[in-house]
């Protein structure tokens, strides 16, 4: 299982890019498997480039700083 505060870092050094342009990302859940769950909020929940963000923003960060992590995935925003 991942470390839940070294994920949490890796979000906290990725969260000024999406801030500012309005968006956010939130922790959702470790699966025991390695993959990350996030929700994607503010504008980035809304965002066409979404997809982008999350696999070539979030994902790439996380593997460079965590390379036991097998995927990022998003959770359904509402």
């Given at each position: 299982?991942?470390?839940?505060?070294?994920?949490?870092?890796?979000?906290?050094?990725?969260?000024?890019?999406?801030?500012?342009?309005?968006?956010?990302?939130?922790?959702?859940?470790?699966?025991?498997?390695?993959?990350?769950?996030?929700?994607?909020?503010?504008?980035?929940?809304?965002?066409?480039?979404?997809?982008?963000?999350?696999?070539?923003g979030?994902?790439?960060?996380?593997?460079?700083?965590?390379?036991?992590?097998?995927?990022?995935?998003a959770?359904?925003?509402?």
């Amino acid at each position: 299982m991942l470390d839940k505060t070294k994920v949490e870092e890796v979000i906290n050094r990725i969260r000024p890019f999406l801030q500012r342009d309005g968006g956010d990302v939130q922790l959702v859940e470790i699966t025991d498997n390695n993959i990350v769950k996030v929700k994607l909020v503010g504008a980035c929940g809304s965002c066409p480039m979404s997809i982008m963000t999350l696999k070539g923003g979030i994902e790439v960060e996380m593997k460079k700083a965590i390379p036991e992590l097998k995927a990022v995935e998003a959770v359904p925003y509402l």
